[in-house]
């Protein structure tokens, strides 16, 4: 006996009728037929525990080139710890920043919004993100994972709206301000929107005979103002 599926609103739901001139079902309706159950089997409810859901380790570096690394091709810099990752893990070969610049490329991978919609499209590093950017650390936070960040920040400076630990992360310890990470041995550095002094640190660049090089900037910052105050 054969029939058919049609939906009926008043019942909002599908009901079966006969249809008295269909013939034998086709090899190629099984197959449909097969194919929609198989699909449809997912998302019936079963007794099995949910899987374990994996780690993520995201790791954005500023002025790497594809192949600086040894995974994707790299002859003079070896890097066995992050091949490794790209082993076990996934490598994306057709994944493009979302801008030329840091912060714009950071803000980017955060919201998952281009340039056009993007709120922090400059790169003076004191843009901060808005309050009401939705993050990928917000969401993840929203699945029940622990999120943490270290590094360069880059979005907000401390006490602004864009502050890491106000954008869905439970632990950033790094630079907040991404001039501020232009300084390789720096007075402090910022965990959860507090100073951490480093105070080694600065006994190492104050009794070296170098602690000129030590203390300037990679590269000198256009305007002065935007290095944070110690």
Request: hydrophobic share 35%; proline share 8%; net charge neutral.
């Amino acid at each position: 006996m054969n029939h058919e599926l049609t939906f009926d609103p008043s019942r909002d739901s599908v009901v079966t009728a006969r249809n008295p001139k269909a013939s034998a079902p086709s090899p190629i309706r099984r197959l449909l037929a097969l194919l929609f159950v198989l699909s449809a089997a997912p998302f019936c409810p079963a007794d099995e525990p949910e899987a374990e859901r994996p780690n993520i380790i995201f790791i954005m570096v500023d002025d790497l080139g594809y192949a600086d690394l040894s995974s994707f091709g790299s002859k003079t810099i070896q890097t066995p710890n992050i091949d490794r990752l790209a082993t076990e893990g996934f490598s994306f070969t057709q994944c493009y920043s979302g801008c030329t610049v840091c912060a714009p490329a950071r803000a980017t991978l955060m919201t998952g919004k281009h340039m056009g919609h993007a709120a922090v499209r400059g790169n003076t590093g004191g843009i901060p993100l808005p309050s009401e950017e939705v993050t990928v650390a917000e969401l993840l936070k929203q699945a029940d994972y622990a999120t943490g960040g270290f590094g360069k920040w880059g979005l907000g400076d401390i006490d602004t709206e864009g502050a890491p630990e106000k954008q869905g992360f439970d632990l950033f310890f790094g630079y907040y301000h991404q001039i501020h990470a232009h300084y390789f041995y720096p007075d402090y550095l910022v965990r959860n929107g507090k100073k951490s002094r480093c105070p080694a640190t600065k006994a190492f660049t104050t009794t070296s005979p170098k602690r000129d090089f030590f203390r300037r900037p990679i590269r000198t910052p256009a305007r002065s103002d935007n290095i944070p105050k110690t």
